[in-house]
């Protein structure tokens, strides 16, 4: 069972910046994509970035592209989200997940994960 923990949410004023960190479980950590998500009230959950399991390759949502920042320490079994510019709109629970093990060129969809953390508020104010 693979357990991911994040950390590192909080409040912050716009263009104020954040560091959320997910810490995973159990030996296969550096064989899988992992992607950050995050979910408004009353909203889906929408993808937010994509580091591939080297981190050689990185993709991200239109809304956070060239604000957010995904990477990850394998030898630390940790993906990091740098979020920086925040805006209000970036209000929402923050997930952490680990893709499934079937192939896809790129995981930005809910479906393609097959476990999640608990998620971490990050509140931009105006």
């Known amino acids: 069972q693979v357990q991911l923990v994040e950390s590192g949410g909080g409040l912050v004023q716009a263009g104020g910046s954040l560091r959320l960190s997910c810490a995973a479980s159990g030996r296969t950590f550096s064989k899988f994509t992992m992607g950050w998500f995050r979910q408004a009230p009353g909203q889906e959950r929408e993808f937010v970035a994509g580091i591939s399991s080297r981190g050689s390759t990185t993709y991200y949502a239109d809304s956070v592209k060239g604000r957010f920042t995904i990477s990850r320490d394998n030898a630390k079994n940790t993906v990091f989200l740098q979020m920086n510019s925040l805006k209000p709109e970036d209000t929402a629970v923050y997930y952490c997940?680990?893709?499934?093990?079937?192939?896809?060129?790129?995981?930005?969809?809910?479906?393609?994960?097959?476990?999640w953390g608990q998620g971490t508020q990050v509140t931009v104010s105006s």
């Open positions: 997940a680990r893709s499934s093990p079937l192939y896809y060129s790129e995981y930005t969809r809910p479906s393609q994960y097959d476990y």
